[in-house]
């Protein structure tokens, strides 16, 4: 049984690492390069901030619901982002294999889970909440943010794939302790 969860384990790892080598080399094009740092830092925060802010401008019944989910699905994705993060302290990709060259430069030191990644896919079910009718674009939106995270060098896709999930859950999580 413990070899074959080690087995398991090792092809994971192998999958994992093999995934983010291939994304990171097509960012010897520029174009694609360029593209994935935007996407990279529309996943800053910057977005979301000025979102809300929009939306208490030109939608203040809808601010009076999503603010409130808003700070409490950011302040659970933030805190649950960086609890995991000093928790297992992987290390990120660009720092373990000579292959991938960072792009962006890192937050903070650890990688798992992706919190820009997170942070998007809270933000894209939040907003999606108010507005159903563009939830197929913020949901692209946060997917970019993802993909980017990986291409860029800084995140295993296992960190995007734990970051849509920490995301959604906190999004989830604050609106259904607002609403």
Avoid at 12 to 20: H, K, L, N
Avoid at 72 to 82: D, N, R
Avoid at 157 to 164: E, I, K, R, T, Y
């Amino acid at each position: 049984m413990k070899r074959m969860i080690r087995n398991i384990k090792e092809g994971f790892v192998y999958y994992d690492t093999a995934m983010s080598i291939r994304l990171a080399q097509y960012t010897e094009s520029n174009v694609y390069r360029r593209v994935m740092h935007v996407f990279s830092r529309l996943g800053d925060g910057h977005v979301y901030i000025i979102s809300g802010i929009l939306i208490m401008i030109f939608d203040g019944y809808s601010a009076t619901v999503i603010i409130p989910a808003g700070l409490i699905a950011f302040g659970l994705e933030v805190s649950g982002q960086m609890f995991i993060k000093h928790l297992t302290r992987r290390p990120r990709p660009f720092e373990r294999h000579e292959s991938i060259h960072l792009s962006v430069t890192p937050p903070d030191k650890y990688s798992f889970p992706s919190g820009h990644t997170a942070a998007a896919f809270c933000f894209s079910l939040l907003i999606a909440s108010l507005y159903p009718h563009i939830a197929p674009l913020l949901y692209i939106f946060a997917s970019l943010v993802a993909i980017s995270r990986v291409a860029n060098g800084v995140h295993y896709p296992s960190d995007v794939v734990a970051g849509v999930v920490l995301g959604l859950l906190s999004a989830k999580t604050g609106l259904a302790l607002t609403v």
